[in-house]
């Protein structure tokens, strides 16, 4: 077992972006449960020196997705952060083959979990990309102190995944 903080981007990157199938596996089941479909394929697009996890994913209904992973603890950061990734994921895109972008943050902060989903309209007020075409969701790591048996899903997912506590050390399985 080796000890080490997931709940650091490069950390992140590092464990859940490998090129092996338990670091795809593990990525598909926390993805299944955060955006509550069913992820059967996983693409990591941003090998390299850039800290932020970006995929392509595959749902089960052969729909697909263009997705950023980013974890921070400044407030005002992530949400600057999050902006600039999504769009960044949006406008790498070709305009012929639009795909769902969104960003999955998480935050270690006391504030509740939102999401935002972002909306372009022309002047006269008709959407110019159909709802949920972009999106930012936040999930805080605050709650990881209740018991095991009183966390939701997703919880129990960055507790499991991100951020295992055993007597205030931070482990994660290997």
Do not use: W
């Not at 926390?30 to 509550?36: I, K, R």
């Not at 769009?87 to 939102?114: H, T, W």
């Not at 909306?119 to 959407?127: A, T």
Request: proline share 2%; hydrophobic share 40%; charged share 30%.
């Amino acid at each position: 077992m080796r000890s080490t903080n997931l709940l650091n981007n490069f950390a992140f990157k590092y464990v859940f972006g490998e090129d092996c199938k338990e670091a795809n596996d593990a990525l598909k089941s926390l993805l299944t449960v955060f955006l509550e479909r069913k992820v059967v394929n996983v693409h990591v697009t941003n090998v390299g020196v850039d800290p932020i996890l970006e995929v392509f994913l595959e749902f089960e209904d052969n729909t697909k997705m263009k997705l950023a992973i980013l974890i921070d603890q400044n407030k005002v950061k992530l949400h600057r952060l999050s902006e600039y990734y999504l769009m960044r994921l949006f406008g790498l895109q070709k305009e012929y083959d639009l795909n769902p972008c969104q960003v999955i943050a998480f935050y270690d902060g006391k504030e509740s979990e939102f999401e935002i989903d972002l909306q372009f309209r022309n002047d006269n007020g008709i959407l110019f990309f159909p709802d949920g075409m972009l999106k930012i969701s936040v999930y805080s790591t605050q709650n990881l102190d209740e018991s095991y048996d009183q966390m939701n899903d997703k919880e129990k997912m960055v507790y499991y995944f991100l951020n295992c506590r055993d007597k205030n050390k931070i482990k994660m399985i290997c």
